[in-house]
């Protein structure tokens, strides 16, 4: 459990009780139940991280909404965008091994997190990972709901793959990018869970024969 939880339902506890001794008992129902909504919002579930070498592992739970080759910079590479939707458990996982070299929070709009230019025009938080001569970049990115999102580690800092990073509070999106080269194992309407599930392979293709079931749209932003 997210300690977030705990002080949303806490203090929602407290209004039912205050709501149910000055008014009518049935109406500490509705703080009662948004309590229970926010402890289970808030819930953090153990996951089994992958160790295959070179997995790139979802950063949350949710659908995938994208799966296709971009231009960042002049420089084509793949994009896989997760949508979280309300349901979703929200806490968020580094997708790789490896040192942060940067965090740069974006201020922007609240689009629907299901739009494509939420990816640039929304809210969020756009981290850059190195490890093992790979580079994995991945945004947390404000949808409708989302009014705040939270990231723990620093410029420098170790991750490993699967550790817990932040959250982002309410409906939203998460998006990685990463070398064009990468064997995608994803596709658009597939679910997957945050650090377990394995969206990509970074090895050489010539490494990876047969691992790969899907393959990257081609686009351009």
Do not use: C
Request: aromatic share 10%.
């Amino acid at each position: 459990m997210v300690r977030d939880g705990y002080f949303y339902a806490l203090g929602l506890i407290a209004a039912a009780v205050v709501v149910g001794w000055f008014a009518q008992p049935v109406w500490a129902t509705v703080p009662l139940a948004l309590a229970i909504f926010f402890l289970w919002f808030f819930r953090d579930p153990e996951r089994i991280i992958p160790d295959a070498a070179g997995a790139v592992v979802s950063p949350g739970d949710g659908k995938v909404t994208d799966a296709s080759i971009v231009s960042v910079n002049g420089e084509k590479q793949a994009r896989i965008s997760i949508f979280l939707s309300v349901f979703d458990v929200h806490v968020n996982r580094s997708p790789v091994a490896g040192v942060v070299r940067e965090v740069r929070y974006q201020r922007g709009k609240f689009l629907n997190a299901m739009n494509q230019t939420s990816a640039d025009q929304n809210e969020q938080n756009i981290v850059r990972v190195e490890g093992d001569g790979q580079v994995v970049v991945f945004k947390q990115i404000a949808g409708l709901l989302a009014r705040r999102i939270v990231f723990y580690p620093k410029v420098g800092d170790r991750l490993e793959r699967g550790q817990r990073v932040g959250l982002i509070k309410f409906g939203s999106r998460v998006d990685v990018l990463f070398d064009a080269a990468g064997v995608l194992q994803v596709k658009v309407g597939d679910r997957v869970r945050g650090g377990e599930s394995i969206l990509a392979y970074l090895q050489p293709k010539s490494e990876m024969a047969g691992a790969g079931r899907y393959s990257a749209s081609e686009g351009t932003r």
